[in-house]
């Protein structure tokens, strides 16, 4: 069984900037596209941005584009979320998760979840 290790959650006022870290404890087929989802309270997980851990060709949903960056680290076969400009409705946990493709994880059907970090945006 993977297990994804998140680091890096925190609180910032708006228009700071956190990174966040994900690693996977091996590679696999399952972990060919890594990325992120967020909650917010009262809302549903919503898939935010994935890495092809081969490619590394990245996708992002909209409200994000601009602001945050997803990256992979090919020496821990690890992934980083910087996200800049960082605005109140950001706040959220967000989830690493590994998938094998990006219909699969936009989709929401990743083969494995990181436990969440907190990241919390401030007025």
């Known amino acids: 069984q993977v297990q994804l290790v998140e680091s890096g959650g925190g609180a910032v006022q708006a228009g700071g900037s956190l990174r966040l870290s994900c690693t996977p404890s091996?590679?696999?087929?399952?972990?060919?596209?890594m990325g992120w989802f967020r909650q917010a309270p009262g809302k549903e997980r919503e898939f935010t941005a994935s890495i092809s851990m081969n490619v590394g060709v990245v996708d992002y949903v909209d409200s994000v584009t601009g602001r945050f960056t997803i990256s992979r680290d090919n020496t821990n076969n690890g992934i980083y979320l910087q996200m800049d400009n960082l605005k109140p409705e950001d706040t959220a946990v967000y989830y690493c998760a590994a998938g094998q493709s990006f219909r699969a994880l936009r989709e929401g059907r990743a083969a494995y979840w990181g436990q969440g970090t907190q990241v919390t945006v401030g007025q």
């Open positions: 091996q590679r696999t087929p399952s972990t060919n596209i």
